[in-house]
């Protein structure tokens, strides 16, 4: 499944962004869908996910809070909501997919088959 991550962009603390993640594959309903976000040189690192059938999220304690994944578009997209955004929430934003059958959560990279490109957010204080 090919994924496309849009929404990025610069923005001052204090403000909101709305990230979505849309799939070749319709539905996503059987999968499993996460954000993760990467600095240069350091790992990649898990922000939030929603699990096949999107009952249940979980997110990073960092952004607990403040982001909020969710899906719309009749389940063929996945947005992240971050409010309140911190310039330690600089990075570039990547969604996950992978085709599960548990509604379980899934937090490591190594969990998901199918990347989207990368969406660069840039918060400034």
């Known amino acids: 499944v090919q994924l496309q991550a849009s929404g990025g962009g610069l923005v001052q603390a204090g403000d909101s962004l709305r990230l979505s993640c849309t799939s070749s594959k319709r539905p996503f309903s059987g999968y499993a869908i996460a954000w993760f976000r990467q600095l240069p040189g350091k790992e990649r690192e898990f922000v939030a996910a929603?699990?096949?059938?999107?009952?249940?999220?979980d997110y990073a304690d960092s952004v607990k809070g403040r982001f909020t994944i969710s899906r719309y578009n009749a389940g063929n997209t996945v947005a992240l909501q971050m409010n309140s955004l911190k310039p330690e929430d600089t990075a570039i934003y990547y969604c996950a997919a992978q085709q599960v059958y548990s509604t379980h959560i899934y937090y490591r990279t190594s969990d998901y088959a199918n990347w989207g490109q990368g969406t660069e957010v840039t918060v400034s204080s």
């Open positions: 929603i699990a096949r059938g999107g009952d249940i999220t």
